[in-house]
């Protein structure tokens, strides 16, 4: 078996490379960054700096794959960006992915798998309402907005055994970026912060879960569904995690954070929209989809956060 990871610099894309590598599969990491490109393991860096305009070499590389995992695309932003901004997002974000499924189909690749985001659904789910993968999309940002315009050119090329797409709330692991490890670093750092009363549920996928879905997809060669929304198969707050993190450490002293401080804070950065989002409900329920698909995730959100914990020596 061979796989192109397109956007190998990023976290998924570097920790795929890895575990593709270490399963004695050949992978080629494709790449415009190669000075941000590492790896442990014997890897065929491509490199091309124009990924709309790829060399010749780059593109017959869809000739000798099997297997197209597509990790580019600029990440989700907080901030108001400028309309030249925004243009660079749909082009990244939504003609990029297209770009490469249609050369993809043209070469016979076996799957191309297009990482998507769940907030094409919105940035809060109802109380009581999780986002199921037959809820109607309802993006808000920019971010969410190219990643919906990205499926649909996707599933417009009407491929559903080829291409499959993969819906996935914030994604975590050791040494990842996410807002849940610096929640973690926060909360588990020489003071014990105990968010109290931050009672909203919210899914997340930790990246072994991630993993082993593409595993799942790649070989499951007769799967017709083409769009999927996964995580960790659980709903917990941040309260929840801030009391599993102080109960790890044995500490009994600890700090209590309330929602009003932090509205507080959030105001004076005048980043009120940042702290809505933080005490709303993200809740994904794929209870459902995994009876259907015979899938379940490896690891709960716990033992992910534990993983990182070991990771640290802590």
């Not at 050949?26 to 790449?31: H, K």
């Not at 309402?129 to 009407?158: D, H």
């Not at 610096?182 to 009672?199: M, Q, T």
Request: proline share 3%.
């Amino acid at each position: 078996m061979k796989i192109l990871i397109v956007g190998a610099n990023g976290y998924i894309g570097k920790y795929l490379v890895d575990f593709f590598s270490s399963q004695k599969i050949e992978v080629y990491a494709l790449t415009r960054k190669p000075e941000q490109f590492d790896s442990s393991y014997d890897v065929f860096n491509v490199v091309d700096k124009n990924l709309f305009s790829p060399a010749k070499r780059t593109l017959d590389l869809l000739n000798y794959v099997n297997h197209v995992i597509f990790c580019a695309g600029n990440s989700s932003t907080e901030v108001d960006i400028s309309k030249s901004e925004e243009k660079k997002y749909l082009e990244i974000n939504s003609l990029l992915p297209y770009f490469w499924a249609k050369k993809s189909l043209e070469s016979n690749i076996e799957k191309f798998i297009f990482l998507s985001s769940a907030k094409v659904y919105g940035d809060c789910s109802e109380l009581n309402k999780p986002f199921t993968v037959m809820t109607r999309p309802n993006p808000k940002g920019i971010y969410a907005k190219s990643k919906l315009i990205a499926e649909k050119k996707l599933l417009s090329l009407n491929n559903k055994r080829i291409i499959k797409i993969i819906r996935m709330p914030i994604v975590y692991g050791v040494d990842a970026k996410s807002n849940l490890n610096k929640f973690i670093k926060l909360a588990y750092g020489p003071l014990v912060f105990n968010f109290r009363k931050f009672n909203a549920k919210r899914s997340y996928l930790g990246i072994e879960n991630l993993t082993s879905f593409i595993v799942f997809l790649i070989n499951n060669t007769d799967l017709l569904e083409d769009l999927f929304l996964i995580s960790d198969n659980s709903n917990i707050s941040l309260e929840e995690i801030s009391c599993f993190l102080a109960d790890e450490k044995n500490n009994y002293f600890s700090i209590n954070i309330y929602p009003v401080y932090l509205k507080i804070f959030f105001s004076l950065l005048r980043k009120k929209d940042f702290f809505e989002k933080l005490v709303c409900n993200f809740e994904i329920d794929i209870k459902e989809q995994c009876d259907k698909l015979g899938w379940t995730p490896n690891l709960t959100t716990y033992e992910g956060i534990r993983n990182i914990l070991d990771s640290k020596g802590l």
